[in-house]
């Protein structure tokens, strides 16, 4: 199976911060990967997909890059209602595996 | 609009049998590949099973293999999981979700299922 990390397991930002959070996929996913935001009991929401694609009516404030094992995760100015945990998942190969997730909050 | 309403869950013995449900309406659901998740409490997300539009593509983690059974009925609508042998590590919140082109782009609100004795 194909393990995926993310660094960190944790951050605290102040509003309008960048924050990047970085995966990191065990062997080669070429783009396969999306990131999504899960806010405390909800469902996670997709944000991004193929490593780079902003899901329709998401924010442009959050981006996604990097392809084979190395991927990176943006919020270019934190807003208050980003707070949540924001996982990666790679579908390159089943089981298509999270990380273990990047709690953000506010300073 | 997309909706997906899991339902089934509920507090069960080790070793005992859960049959969840997942409601599907707003899109064509023959159309997709649909996909269960899970995640335990205060922990992460673990990608469980997908199945295929026509039912004839299953796959498993490793963790539920032989355990559980992935199924659907186009005609309803309807995702299925069941769970037999169930243990402990099995408590969680179970998420359906819709894949488009292999990404789980639509998700419901869950059932929690809790294996304790």
């Known amino acids: 199976d194909i393990q995926m990390t993310q660094s960190p397991s944790s951050l605290s930002a102040s509003v309008g911060d960048r924050v990047t959070i970085t995966c990191q996929a065990s062997q080669d996913i070429s783009n396969y990967l999306n990131w999504y935001q899960q806010k405390p009991g909800k469902a996670p929401k997709l944000l991004i997909y193929d490593a780079s694609n902003l899901e329709t009516g998401v924010p442009s404030r959050f981006s996604g890059s990097g392809s084979g094992t190395d991927f990176t995760f943006t919020i270019s100015s934190l807003q208050p209602e980003d707070i949540a945990t924001y996982y990666c998942?790679?579908?390159?190969?089943?089981?298509?595996?999270f990380g273990p997730g990047t709690k953000v909050d506010i300073k | 609009q997309v909706q997906l309403v899991e339902s089934g869950g509920g507090l069960v013995k080790p070793g005992g049998s859960l049959r969840l449900s997942c409601a599907a309406s707003?899109?064509?659901?023959?159309?997709?590949?649909m996909s269960w998740i899970r995640q335990a409490p205060g922990k992460g997300l673990e990608w469980v099973s997908y199945i295929s539009s026509s039912g004839s593509t299953i796959y498993y983690a490793d963790s539920v293999k032989g355990r559980f059974t992935i199924s659907r009925d186009n005609a309803k609508n309807s995702l299925y999981l069941q769970m037999n042998s169930l243990r402990a590590e099995d408590t969680a919140v179970y998420y359906c979700a819709r894949i488009r082109e292999m990404v789980e782009d639509y998700w419901g609100q869950g059932t929690l299922v809790t294996v304790s004795s």
């Open positions: 998942q790679q579908y390159d190969n089943p089981p298509f595996t």
């Open positions: 707003g899109f064509t659901f023959s159309d997709y590949y």
